[in-house]
């Protein structure tokens, strides 16, 4: 815990300075749009961190549960002819059921051995929406209704969302849950040993974590009236997750808050500048290679090394425990 | 000795050619301390895997107060009242004491009072003074305490114990040993793998000695120590006659 | 359209094929045995390796078999000095190595697409469109080249693994590096060596592919998902698991064509599939990897 001893009032107030904005500057839409896709980013980047940061298993196919939830809301609204808020409990869902079945399977391999089969598992995700053309729209993506709510509201909706997936996030930290997830990041091993029935957890933790990326994936759709496989399912979604918490701090409360803010600006002025589209990929492995190295714990790592704040986190500077075997 | 609490029915294991574990048959009854014993790659840590869900037996059932155990996952064996302790600690080691006794409190039987369970424990094993320190800085004794209070906080019927007299000084043994008593008296029962003699003549009622894989004695540990198959293969000299 | 002349195209083609697989899965298959650790710039050094032979071959009209071989000493370099420089600093933290080298994965696409840009590249070679009749089927020179060198190289290692002095250094830091560090050998320096040697074959197995397929900086991520599905299957007790493993995949692929309403673009699905597969049905192949990991019995 770093910024006080209470994350859901400290939580709920940062929540209610965010909500004052739309009140002060109702007719700016730009920082309405930004702010809609910040809060999109945050709760991207939370919801990654508690199977990446909390349970440790570290994860690269996060774009498949951005991608289904998009595409789900995106099918029943135009095909269908949802009401597109109605869809988006249900996009959230779909996204658990693909996360159970990504899950069950892939949490039988440990560590890093899961991380890499999660990279096939987003790239799949694709190959299989643009496959099947007919619903999806294919390669050429999907066009939408445009009668969509004001920018205001993306806002306001965003901010619930962010809001609600950060609470969960500091309600999971201080309930026993999260205690079994901090415990099977260190010793799988020995937390099963002591009872923690550690295959349901970390399948658990990874479907809440997906229902928040579903529902966030149908909010961003609505708001672009377009959704294409690259974009919903693309790897740079999975690597931006993973970034912003290196960014931020794995596995800690505030880190992917943080690490979103930090990335979100980062990545629009790569991908609107054209001279920095080229280079994006250079610029997030540079960044990546570079906190590894030298601050593994984010920002937050930095903070508790100045002192500010008191150390928590995934501790990627030290050795995981090795007992001999 | 009472009513059966674990009974091992003609258990073995096998690893590919090897034969860790060949057809062994014991009993153990409520509220006793059983020791078991032999040369190292005597069947003892895999006999004791396959006690504790570690490891599936190839053939064989063990029955826990009536239930087949054999074969379920560790954490169903814990929820079932069977626990254990690591011979190689393993502490979370970036958790403090309390946190770690806190999950084995928190997922074990006794979930519903967990907060109580991590006090009681911390002051029955001595920990109390430890209790924000965390596990990573502690000494090799006291994390072979936290490892018996980790075990002790899941509520345990029965207690597998894997050496957890090697390492220790012998005034932190006999801390462990009177902790093992302690345990027992109240009515848990306690499955005690050892190295150490002295130990094992210490506490236990009941000795059960393995060598490649078969159980080739069983008694008191006078009875045993006085077993010439048993000095042969294992000893070199009588129970208590040394260290 | 199940004739003994599609047969055995196909049986032949998943043969040939599997021998490129196996070369660069051993790659792999090296590194994680030394240090336990997957290598994810396996899919980097593939792709820098074909665009290599791709610039001999613009600049020199080097073939690009004698450019694999060229590039060789190179890469072996290159993978010493990454493994200095950062992997050793991190190499005690999976998760951490791992990001390390994803990260160098993002860079170094990054850098090829910079350099040579996005089209789609192939080498033609006066051999290309050639063809050997053995027993009256029709077998792309192009095919059998790779699969002979690989063999070739697959050869070489095993000797190296089991007849000299760096080879046994190597197998016991992979069982256990304390006791070779009691026994005179240095594991640092081993596993700096078979971070080279794996970079290296990676490297070789990328030129390689340049006689058969054209490529884009991105074509790396594909086969490092093939390569972790092959050891995962094959296990990594010996290059034999890995070899076979290479060659499921490589059969599975070549005959998935046959599949009613087959699309090309849904091959690279097939090794996935086979990984989920295979974690379901956990072969001996996974428990091993599994058990050093997590530290306890095998089931």
């Not at chain 1, 007919?134 to 306001?156: D, Q």
């Not at chain 2, 054999?70 to 626990?83: F, M, T, W």
């Amino acid at each position: 815990m770093t910024f006080g001893r209470n994350p859901y009032l400290t939580g709920i107030l940062v929540a209610g300075v965010c909500a004052m904005v739309p009140i002060l500057r109702p007719d700016d839409l730009t920082i309405l749009g930004v702010g809609f896709l910040t809060f999109i980013f945050v709760t991207q980047a939370v919801s990654w961190n508690l199977v990446g940061g909390f349970a440790g298993q570290v994860s690269f196919g996060f774009a498949a549960f951005f991608g289904t939830g998009a595409y789900v809301t995106a099918i029943l609204w135009s095909h269908a002819g949802w009401d597109p808020i109605l869809t988006l409990p249900f996009a959230g869902l779909a996204a658990m059921v693909v996360a159970l079945l990504v899950g069950l399977p892939c949490f039988r391999l440990s560590g890093p051995y899961f991380s890499i089969a999660t990279i096939g598992v987003g790239e799949a995700a694709r190959v299989i929406a643009i496959n099947l053309d007919n619903i999806t729209g294919g390669a050429s993506g999907l066009v939408l209704p445009f009668n969509v709510p004001e920018k205001a509201w993306f806002y306001r909706a965003g901010l619930i969302l962010a809001t609600i997936t950060f609470l969960v996030a500091a309600w999971i930290r201080r309930h026993r849950f999260g205690l079994a997830l901090f415990s099977l990041r260190m010793d799988q091993s020995a937390a099963e040993s002591l009872g923690v029935p550690t295959a349901l957890f970390k399948n658990l933790v990874h479907v809440v974590a997906a229902f928040f990326v579903g529902v966030s994936a149908g909010l961003y759709v609505v708001y672009l009236s377009y959704a294409h496989p690259d974009q919903v399912f693309g790897f740079d979604l999975s690597i931006g997750m993973v970034l912003m918490n290196v960014i931020g701090g794995i596995g800690t409360l505030w880190g992917p808050v943080l690490g979103a803010l930090i990335y979100f600006p980062i990545r629009q002025l790569v991908l609107s500048d054209p001279r920095l589209v080229a280079v994006n990929l250079l610029v997030f492995g540079a960044l990546l290679i570079l906190i590894i190295l030298f601050e593994p714990g984010g920002l937050l790592g930095l903070l508790a090394r100045a002192g500010i704040v008191a150390r928590s986190g995934l501790r990627l500077a030290q050795p995981a425990e090795k007992r001999p075997e | 000795m009472s009513e059966t609490l674990l009974r091992i029915d003609h258990v073995s294991k096998r690893f590919g050619g090897l034969v860790a574990v060949n057809d062994v048959s014991l009993d153990i009854g409520r509220g006793e301390i059983v020791g078991l014993i032999g040369p190292n790659g005597a069947g003892k840590t895999t006999l004791f895997g396959c006690v504790v869900g570690l490891i599936r037996p190839t053939a064989g059932t063990i029955t826990f107060e009536g239930q087949r155990v054999d074969g379920l996952s560790q954490h169903a064996v814990v929820r079932r009242g069977i626990c254990h302790s690591h011979q190689i600690p393993a502490p979370f080691p970036f958790l403090d004491v309390r946190d770690n006794i806190r999950v084995g409190a928190s997922f074990g039987r006794r979930r519903a009072e967990a907060a109580l369970v991590v006090d009681r424990v911390l002051v029955r094993t001595g920990l109390e003074a430890l209790a924000t320190t965390p596990a990573r800085n502690l000494s090799v004794g006291n994390l072979k305490l936290l490892e018996l209070a980790r075990a002790l906080a899941t509520g345990p019927e029965l207690i597998c114990l894997d050496e957890v007299g090697s390492g220790v000084t012998p005034v932190e043994l006999d801390r462990i040993l009177q902790l093992i008593r302690d345990l027992n008296a109240e009515g848990t029962t306690i499955l005690y793998i050892e190295h150490n003699m002295r130990a094992i003549g210490a506490v236990c009622q009941r000795v059960i000695v393995l060598d490649f894989g078969q159980k080739i004695a069983e008694g008191t540990p006078a009875e045993i120590g006085a077993d010439p198959r048993v000095i042969e293969a294992y000893l070199g000299a009588p129970i208590g006659a040394g260290g | 359209m199940l004739d003994w002349s599609n047969v055995s195209t196909l049986a032949v083609a998943a043969i040939l094929t599997a021998g490129l697989y196996a070369t660069m899965s051993f790659g792999l298959a090296l590194v994680y045995g030394v240090m336990k650790i997957i290598n994810l710039a396996h899919a980097a050094t593939m792709m820098l390796a074909a665009f290599a032979v791709l610039s001999l071959n613009r600049a020199f009209a080097l073939d690009p078999i004698i450019g694999s071989i060229v590039i060789l000493p190179l890469f072996f370099v290159a993978g010493m000095t990454l493994y200095s420089v950062a992997v050793r600093r991190v190499a005690a933290v999976p998760i951490a190595s791992l990001l390390l080298l994803f990260g160098t994965w993002l860079v170094a696409q990054n850098a090829a697409y910079l350099i040579w840009g996005s089209e789609d590249q192939s080498i033609v070679t006066p051999y290309t469109y050639s063809t050997i009749d053995v027993l009256g089927l029709h077998i792309a020179v192009t095919r059998i080249v790779p699969f002979v060198m690989s063999f070739l190289m697959l050869g070489a290692m095993r000797w190296l693994l089991g007849s000299t002095d760096l080879g046994r250094a190597i197998r016991a830091v992979s069982q256990d590096p304390t006791a070779a560090r009691l026994s005179g050998i240095w594991p640092e320096r081993t596993a700096m060596i078979a971070f080279g040697i794996g970079t290296m074959l990676s490297a070789f197995a990328g030129g390689m592919f340049t006689l058969i397929f054209s490529f884009t900086p991105d074509f790396g991520g594909v086969f490092q998902l093939k390569s972790f599905a092959i050891i995962v299957l094959g296990g990594l007790e010996s290059f034999l698991g890995v070899a076979l493993g290479a060659l499921v995949l490589a059969t599975i692929e070549s005959f998935s064509i046959l599949i009613p309403g087959w699309r090309a673009s849904l091959v690279n699905l097939l090794a996935f599939g086979l990984l989920v597969i295979a974690l379901v049905v956990l072969p001996g192949g996974i428990a091993s990897l599994i058990a050093r990991r997590t530290g306890r019995a095998v089931q």
